[in-house]
């Protein structure tokens, strides 16, 4: 699969196009100066030329902010000018497997920013040519393949902010964490008789749980709320291990995933559980929280279940 980033830009009918291909290790910028045109031919003229330096049949992706591109080509919006340069796009849809995506432009989307950017100075607008590295970092090289991946939630001021997830498309996605509460075999003994002072703690640690999960958005501070199709929180009595084993299963369709829905669920349940029980055993310990699976996403599929 390819990823292309396309933008154009005009002013005073001197015009400049951009195009980002980015491909499994590799990336790679176009772009092109017009006189006497308009930003829509610049924006044509970015999806043509990044589509010729491909070979025949690729399966691409385009981005592009332009909804004139984008929705011509979607929505079979009237074509009333550039019949030229639509007639050139036309038989290169034919010749790739195409699949067009708008995104909003000045979203802090990489790849849209720097095309943004690249076609800026194209048209005279930007006055210094866009460092690639800046928006993208460093290519990966031999040396710099096994380097730590930057942290989304930073900006490039080293910032917190939340991360615009607008331009992706809605998935299916799910995951699963898992969680242990250990103690004294009598405090496992006592809460298998329901004999704990403080009620059922094998149902309110679920609802808990259940609750928690739900509210994810309001106790992490840079989650997105997501609407929840699904969450399942269920806890086991373990004997041998002197435990209780807490899961949860969360379910979405949404553009982020839902790992840290079905992590905090996990998370309160347990702390009900200690709370529940810490008067009568000080030695309780909540341990071993994780992701367990997960699917769903462009970051793809994990599976840490042993």
């Known amino acids: 699969m390819i990823d292309i980033y396309t933008d154009g830009a005009c002013r ?14 590799e990336r790679r910028a176009l ?20 589509m010729e330096s491909l070979p025949g049949g690729s399966e691409v992706t385009l981005y592009s902010d332009s909804e004139y591109l984008v929705k011509t080509m979607t929505l079979s919006w009237r074509r009333n000018a550039n019949l030229d340069l639509w007639q050139k796009l036309d038989a290169l849809a034919e ?9 909003k432009g000045h979203a802090s989307i990489p790849g849209n920013e720097y095309v943004d950017q690249l076609a800026g100075f194209e048209a005279g607008i930007v006055k210094v040519r866009p460092d690639l590295d800046h928006f993208l970092g460093p290519e990966a090289t031999e040396e710099t393949t096994e380097a730590a991946p930057s942290l989304t939630h930073l900006d490039p001021q080293g910032r917190a902010e939340m991360v615009d997830v607008g331009w992706k498309p809605v ?19 006592l809460i298998q008789d329901s004999l704990i002072k403080k009620g059922d703690v094998l149902t309110i640690a679920q609802l808990a749980g259940i609750m928690g999960g739900k ?20 806890l086991e ?23 840290m829905e079905a992590l905090t ?28 699976r997960k699917s769903g996403g462009q970051s793809g599929d994990i599976n840490l279940e042993v």
């Open 215 to 234: 509210r994810t958005s309001e106790l992490i501070p840079l989650c997105h709320p997501l609407p929840l199709d699904k969450l399942d929180v269920k």
């Open 265 to 292: 669920a996990v998370s309160v349940a347990a702390l009900t559980v200690y709370d529940m029980c810490k008067g009568v055993d000080r030695g309780i310990i909540i341990g071993d929280i994780r992701l367990v």
């Open 237 to 259: 009595l373990d004997p041998g291990q002197n435990r209780v084993k807490i899961s949860a299963l969360a379910r979405t369709s949404a553009k982020t995933g839902v790992e």
């Open 95 to 103: 010749e790739h497997h195409i699949r067009w995506e708008w995104v």
């Open 31 to 50: 772009s092109g100066k017009a006189e006497d045109t308009t930003s829509n031919r610049m924006e044509l003229s970015a999806a043509i030329n990044s």
């Open 171 to 189: 998935t299916d996605r799910e995951a699963v964490a898992w969680g242990y509460v250990s103690m004294q075999p009598e405090t496992l003994r």
């Open 12 to 25: 005073a009918r001197v015009g400049g196009w951009a195009a980002l291909i980015l491909t499994a290790g």
